[in-house]
């Protein structure tokens, strides 16, 4: 569908500086289920409405809504 997806934002005992300094992220399950459950989805000031209305379409049938 063209409509790029990611997850920016890995909490801190993911990253490897945080994890060989001993962080586990099992001790972190709050953090851990927000990563397992959040997308990022295309936003910037240049798009358009008619791609913010597609986005938002491609969203909602992913989702099934």
Excluded: S, W
């Excluded at 409509?3 to 994890?19: D, F, G, I, Q, S």
């Excluded at 953090?31 to 938002?56: F, G, K, R, S, W």
């Amino acid at each position: 569908h063209d409509v790029a997806a990611n997850v920016h934002y890995k909490p801190l005992p993911m990253m490897t500086a945080y994890r060989n300094l001993g962080f586990d992220i099992a001790d972190y399950p709050n953090a851990y289920a927000q990563y397992e459950n959040e997308i990022t989805l295309p936003l910037h000031t240049c798009m358009t409405d008619d791609q913010q209305e597609y986005v938002i379409e491609v969203f909602r049938r992913f989702a099934g809504l």
